[in-house]
């Protein structure tokens, strides 16, 4: 696998980050997604969907667990070498999930043969995807953190179905979206027509969804209270 194709990846894992609060920029998340798909178009070798996966993956958790560093260095006083390492491994622990949800796709692409369609690669692909994201939310207690589900917020029209299939299942969902955008052939416009009402009919879906009210008070309501000191963290 060329080093470009790799630093493509990283790239498209990094970009995902601003698809997230406080930016909040939703469609990034698909894009991101997308763009992996994309790659893994010509992609043949397990290993070389490993580095692929993997690259994603390390681009996205550099650029997202970044505050980690902050409580390590600053807060725990940890040298910044050490911070910078530390970091610097938890992100290739991370990253090894995506990588594995991608192995695993390249692998069941090659038994499912040359011509399976995108409605099938990119059900296998979002499958996989949620698995890889459920594993990493639980597996050592887990660390669910920049679990790609969170960044469809509303207005995202994927929103509707939060409430429905939960952050992983919006998760999954996304990728299978992504999965119809990369792994369509966009050098034959009529093949793309399938892979563009699917798409949209699962835009449409979640925008009915995210339209309906599901739930409703019951008794009377509650009033809360929450106070939070301003005590430095050097204080605490």
Same mark, same amino acid.
């Given at each position: 696998?060329?080093?470009?194709?790799?630093?493509?990846?990283?790239?498209?894992?990094?970009?995902?980050?601003?698809? =997230?609060?406080? @930016?909040? =920029?939703?469609?990034?998340?698909?894009?991101?997604?997308?763009?992996?798909?994309?790659?893994?178009?010509?992609?043949?070798?397990? #290993?070389?969907?490993?580095?692929?996966?993997?690259?994603?993956?390390?681009?996205?958790?550099?650029?997202?667990?970044?505050?980690?560093?902050?409580?390590?260095?600053?807060?725990?006083?940890?040298?910044?070498?050490?911070?910078?390492?530390?970091?610097?491994? @938890?992100?290739?622990?991370?990253?090894?999930?995506?990588?594995?949800?991608?192995?695993? @796709?390249?692998?069941?692409?090659? #038994?499912?043969? #040359?011509?399976?369609?995108?409605?099938?690669?990119?059900?296998?692909?979002?499958?996989?995807?949620?698995?890889?994201?459920?594993? #990493?939310?639980?597996? @050592?207690?887990?660390?669910?953190?920049?679990?790609?589900?969170?960044?469809?917020?509303?207005?995202?029209?994927?929103?509707? =179905?939060?409430?429905?299939?939960?952050?992983?299942?919006?998760?999954?969902?996304?990728?299978?979206?992504?999965?119809?955008?990369?792994?369509?052939?966009?050098?034959?416009?009529?093949?793309?027509?399938?892979?563009?009402?699917?798409?949209?009919?699962?835009?449409?879906?979640?925008?009915?969804?995210?339209?309906?009210?599901?739930?409703?008070?019951?008794?009377?309501?509650?009033?809360?209270?929450?106070?939070?000191?301003?005590?430095?963290?050097?204080?605490?």
């Amino acid at each position: 696998m060329s080093g470009a194709r790799a630093l493509g990846a990283l790239l498209a894992g990094g970009a995902a980050v601003a698809a =997230f609060e406080p @930016f909040g =920029f939703h469609a990034l998340a698909l894009l991101s997604l997308a763009a992996l798909c994309g790659l893994l178009r010509s992609t043949e070798s397990v #290993r070389a969907g490993i580095a692929l996966g993997f690259a994603w993956g390390f681009g996205a958790f550099a650029g997202g667990v970044s505050w980690l560093y902050v409580a390590l260095n600053h807060y725990g006083g940890m040298p910044m070498p050490l911070a910078a390492a530390a970091i610097a491994l @938890f992100c290739a622990y991370l990253a090894l999930y995506p990588a594995l949800s991608v192995a695993l @796709f390249v692998h069941l692409r090659r #038994r499912m043969g #040359r011509h399976a369609g995108v409605l099938a690669l990119a059900s296998v692909f979002a499958a996989l995807w949620l698995l890889g994201e459920w594993l #990493r939310g639980v597996v @050592f207690t887990g660390f669910p953190w920049l679990a790609i589900g969170y960044s469809q917020t509303p207005p995202s029209p994927l929103a509707g =179905f939060l409430p429905i299939v939960g952050v992983y299942g919006v998760g999954g969902v996304l990728a299978f979206v992504a999965g119809l955008i990369g792994f369509a052939d966009w050098k034959r416009p009529r093949a793309l027509v399938l892979p563009a009402l699917a798409a949209t009919a699962v835009l449409a879906v979640g925008l009915g969804a995210g339209g309906r009210a599901w739930t409703e008070p019951y008794g009377e309501p509650l009033r809360v209270a929450l106070v939070q000191p301003a005590f430095d963290q050097s204080l605490k």
